[in-house]
């Protein structure tokens, strides 16, 4: 064993494949249809493009992000910016914006940095009002 992990039993794999065939098969599925497409789209410009991506989101977390990346939710002063922390979970990191914005960068800044109920629910308005 390393790391302290013990080894599964023949029927506890067994079982352990029962119970997660359909995630295994999900991801099988999705891992196929994702490496195909890639190849389609060229994986030099794949690499090209996730790379650029990288670069615009490390200058977006400078321009926007105070300490220019997660921070715990308590270190954030804007509500609704604090991510939901769910009771007897780990602490969930979030995003503190940087004081001093103008209007429209922090708006940009904050939809960016804004934790996934919050945004569904901005999302959720603009598409049903």
Not at 40 to 69: N, P, T, Y
Not at 96 to 121: F, H, N, S, W
Request: aromatic share 8%; charged share 35%; hydrophobic share 35%.
């Amino acid at each position: 064993s390393r790391d302290g992990a013990r080894e599964s039993s023949p029927v506890q794999k067994r079982l352990l494949r029962a119970w997660n065939s359909l995630d295994w098969a999900l991801y099988s599925h999705f891992n196929r249809t994702f490496w195909r497409q890639a190849r389609e789209f060229g994986l030099e410009r794949l690499r090209a493009e996730a790379a650029e991506l990288r670069r615009r989101r490390r200058l977006l977390a400078g321009k926007c992000l105070r300490g220019g990346g997660p921070v715990p939710a308590g270190n954030i002063p804007e509500g609704n910016l604090r991510p939901f922390q769910p009771p007897g979970g780990g602490k969930i990191l979030g995003f503190a914006l940087k004081e001093g914005l103008r209007e429209r960068d922090r708006e940009m800044c904050a939809r960016m940095a804004m934790p996934e109920l919050p945004y569904k629910d901005l999302l959720e308005r603009r598409q049903f009002g």
